[in-house]
């Protein structure tokens, strides 16, 4: 019976999908500020810095229909040449050691400065909580991407609606987990009409 079934599947082509692959990134749909943290510099109100002014959470901006939200960073314009960087960085993310995963996340941007840097970076861990190195392609001595290794760097800048940065990687063989997947902007000292926002952050086992 089930190779008739079969059979008839392949015949008129009606076999069933492979089920979409979970996101294993909780609140990756940014419904709020649970599970991200603000990352950076301290506050530094010499320099007119006040981190809980410069990352919001933007209830009003989102990339899907669902309206969600969006987490944002903008209206830097520090002082005495004070040049900080920003990110909304998220938990750990339990991986599987020696899997692919495909990570993605939407980015908007209003009146970024070309030398401003924008992009995800991450790194991984081991079950003992130290960071791993010789991962990252091309640079062994990094524990971690950066502007100049990530494959998830927003080239355009400037002003522009939704742009997905999509790309994949593989875990190294005794990872345990991501840590610091962090969506973030530096090289500002004052763009204060300059903003980011981040939204639907996705990592699928492939």
Not at 45 to 51: F, S, T
């Amino acid at each position: 019976m089930k190779k008739i079934a079969l059979f008839l599947s392949v015949l008129f082509g009606c076999a069933a999908a492979a089920p979409a692959q979970e996101n294993i990134l909780k609140n990756g749909i940014v419904d709020g500020v649970t599970e991200w943290l603000m990352a950076g510099v301290n506050t530094s109100e010499e320099n007119n810095y006040v981190k809980e002014k410069i990352y919001t959470y933007d209830a009003e901006v989102s990339h899907s229909e669902d309206w969600s939200g969006s987490l944002k960073i903008g209206g830097i314009d520090c002082k005495n040449g004070f040049k900080p960087w920003q990110a909304w960085r998220h938990r750990d993310i339990i991986v599987e050691p020696g899997a692919t995963y495909r990570i993605s996340v939407w980015v908007k941007t209003e009146n970024v400065p070309a030398n401003a840097n924008v992009y995800l970076g991450f790194g991984f861990k081991d079950s003992a909580n130290q960071w791993l190195t010789g991962w990252v392609p091309g640079h062994p001595e990094k524990n971690s991407i950066d502007h100049r290794t990530s494959s998830w760097v927003d080239t355009v800048k400037g002003t522009h609606d939704w742009m997905e940065l999509s790309g994949t990687v593989t875990a190294p063989a005794d990872a345990a987990k991501i840590s610091y997947l962090q969506g973030r902007i530096d090289n500002i000292i004052s763009a204060p009409d300059a903003a980011v926002w981040f939204d639907d952050f996705s990592i699928v086992k492939e």
